[in-house]
């Protein structure tokens, strides 16, 4: 198992950037794909980005798409999301987490992160 722990978050002007972090510990992290999800207060946790197990693959959601950057750092252990052009509807607490396989579903992600609040005012 591998435990997670994100960071970066904060505030934010729209149009600004931040880069979050997530840093994972335990044995095997190659063995993960990795993903980053969002809640906003009332909503559910939706799925913003995924990376593969060698960083080769990513995939993204529609409404990040060409905005967000995730990229991983096996040597490291570190997962990052680059968000660029921000705006106030991406304003959530941020999570990371691990999976076995490769969804977009949360429900298929065995390992979370506590979560960062990204706040982007107008």
């Known amino acids: 198992q591998v435990q997670l722990a994100e960071s970066g978050g904060g505030l934010v002007q729209a149009g600004g950037s931040l880069r979050l972090s997530c840093a994972a510990s335990g044995r095997a992290f190659t063995n993960y794909a990795m993903g980053w999800f969002r809640q906003a207060p009332g909503n559910e946790r939706e799925f913003v980005a995924g990376i593969s197990r060698s960083g080769l693959n990513k995939v993204y959601a529609d409404s990040v798409k060409n905005r967000f950057t995730i990229s991983r750092d096996n040597a490291k252990n570190m997962v990052y999301l680059q968000m660029n052009s921000l705006k106030p509807d991406d304003t959530a607490v941020y999570y990371c987490?691990?999976?076995?396989?490769?969804?977009?579903?949360?429900?298929?992600?065995?390992?979370w992160g506590q979560g960062t609040q990204v706040t982007v005012s107008s």
């Open positions: 987490a691990s999976t076995t396989g490769w969804s977009r579903q949360s429900a298929t992600y065995d390992t």
